[in-house]
């Protein structure tokens, strides 16, 4: 196997825990850096998985837990980045997306908001909720939306 890295700051145990920050240098005349981050590719016949990518918050138990953020680009002088999140695809099935709102214990459960970027010189951005076209004389996939149930009173 391949060698191991990895990064980690100490544990705090009388205050906070360590961080650590990756920043790539800006451009004054051209792009900016870029981050890369990726798992391993399985090479070759070997029957292995891909490596994994995993971005978690921290938790805890006397407070909030911590916030986790993905953001494109913004721009003064042209578009803003885009943000694309794609699953894989595979040669038995696709993988999935999944947006998953927390579970609260004594409080409402985490809320799930998706809205359409403003404009304050033309159209607001467009909204399109779709299913793939089937391959083959089967059904395309279905669309369903529902809320949960509420226990008797």
Do not use: H, Y
């Not at 990064?7 to 990756?22: F, Q």
């Not at 995993?54 to 986790?68: E, I, P």
């Not at 803003?80 to 997306?97: D, E, F, I, Q, Y």
């Amino acid at each position: 196997s391949s060698g191991t890295m990895s990064l980690s700051t100490g544990v705090g145990t009388g205050g906070a825990g360590g961080a650590i920050t990756v920043s790539v240098g800006s451009g004054d005349t051209g792009a900016g850096g870029a981050v890369t981050v990726s798992a391993g590719s399985l090479g070759g016949t070997g029957g292995g998985d891909g490596g994994a990518v995993s971005l978690t918050a921290g938790s805890t138990n006397n407070a909030n837990g911590g916030d986790a953020s993905l953001t494109a680009g913004s721009s003064t002088g042209g578009n803003g980045g885009a943000l694309s999140l794609t699953s894989g695809s595979g040669s038995a099935a696709g993988g999935a997306v999944s947006l998953t709102g927390g579970t609260g214990a004594s409080g409402l459960g985490g809320s799930i908001t998706v809205s359409t970027g403003g404009s304050t010189d033309t159209s607001s951005g467009g909204m399109v909720l779709e299913t793939a076209d089937s391959g083959t004389a089967n059904p395309s996939g279905t669309v369903s939306i529902s809320t949960g149930d509420a226990p008797a009173a």
